[in-house]
């Protein structure tokens, strides 16, 4: 029971007034016995967050994933300047030469803008070398962790059509407060529609209409992964032929132990084009699952990076001034 509620929770959490009441109703239990477990894997560090999930870069944000060398003596120091930027939501060591990978997020009205500010944050952390990757094509971004471990290796991707949006004013608003992380009550939306003004039906149909419009992913729970047993999260990376990116891409974002799957540029130093991040609750589970994807894809050599240490992992607060106050504070330095 616990873990289906847990799997449930990260695919879409019910946007009515009484979600916990609708989970309980599909598994035949109590309202208040859903509550009771969802509080408790909140207490454990097992659920990290329930909250709306956006779209960094439809929301009008310049976003990348970078990778930094960093002499071993100077990780901690960096790790603090890094971790201190609004924009920047992960942040990792892995078993490479560019031993420092984060994506950051940068909004229009940036002082910097995101070339600048990774050009700035490699002199605040003395990095010796930096590669900026950006995603060129989106196979797949899902964090689902099959916590039953009963669904199948595979998943269909279904292709989305978005409609159309022009975020108002109201609409940045539900953005920043549907962002926070939900109470676990009967009615956790209360306090969100009371600070925005508004009622449950007008909260809920803006939410789907962002949802509908790609701006929202989903409203769902985020895990802490170790913690809820997929200790084993291995970045693994591809030299594949771009003119197959397509058909390669879509296989290994078919694999359901994948979560991301993305197109990235090559550059001298880095002949890695695809990126796929796949869970597994052993190494040797996680393994073995991209071995299945090896004999299924074309590619002309791979890497494995594992995460060693895990320095920040949030949800960036969209349409606050954290970033403006941030740029701000360095305005002074030299890029």
């Keep these: 029971m616990r873990d289906k509620i847990l799997y449930e929770l990260q695919k879409n959490f019910p946007l009515v007034k009484r979600p916990f009441d609708y989970i309980a109703k599909s598994f035949s239990v109590s309202e208040d016995e859903v509550i009771k477990i969802v509080q408790e894997e909140k207490n454990r560090g097992i659920i990290r967050q329930i909250s709306a999930i956006f779209d960094t870069k439809r929301l009008g944000y310049e976003s990348s994933l970078v990778a930094f060398e960093v002499d071993k003596e100077d990780i901690d120091k960096a ?51 930096y590669i900026v990757l950006p995603t060129l094509k989106l196979f797949k971004i899902m964090v689902k962790l099959d916590t039953t471990g009963k669904d199948s290796k595979k998943e269909k991707i279904k292709k989305k059509v978005y409609k159309d ?96 799957c993305y197109l990235r540029p090559k550059f001298e130093n880095w002949p890695y084009n695809l990126f796929s991040m796949v869970h597994g609750k052993t190494k040797e589970e996680t393994d073995n699952i991209v071995q299945e994807i090896e004999s299924e894809i074309e590619y002309k050599s791979n890497l494995y990076l594992y995460s060693s240490r895990e320095f920040k992992k949030v949800r960036i607060k969209y349409f606050t001034d954290d970033i403006k106050r941030w740029e701000e504070y360095y305005a002074g330095q030299t890029c």
Aim: proline share 2%; glycine share 4%; aromatic share 10%.
């Design 165 to 260: 949006i022009s975020l108002g004013e109201l609409h940045k608003k539900v953005i920043k407060y549907s962002q926070e992380d939900i109470k676990i009550t009967k009615e956790p939306f209360k306090d969100t529609v009371r600070k925005i003004g508004i009622d449950y039906k007008e909260f809920f149909e803006i939410l789907n209409e962002l949802k509908d419009a790609g701006v929202m992913r989903r409203f769902a729970a985020i895990l802490a992964h170790r913690k809820a047993g997929f200790s084993a999260n291995a970045m693994v990376v591809w030299d594949i032929d771009e003119k197959n990116a397509e058909e390669i891409g879509s296989k290994v974002a078919s694999f359901r132990a994948v979560s991301h």
């Design 79 to 129: 790790v603090e300047i890094l971790n201190s930027h609004p924009g920047i939501s992960h942040n990792y060591e892995r078993n490479h030469q560019f031993n420092i990978w984060f994506t950051i997020a940068i909004p229009k009205n940036s002082l910097f803008g995101l070339e600048n500010s990774v050009k700035l944050l490699a002199k605040l952390t003395n990095a010796k070398d």
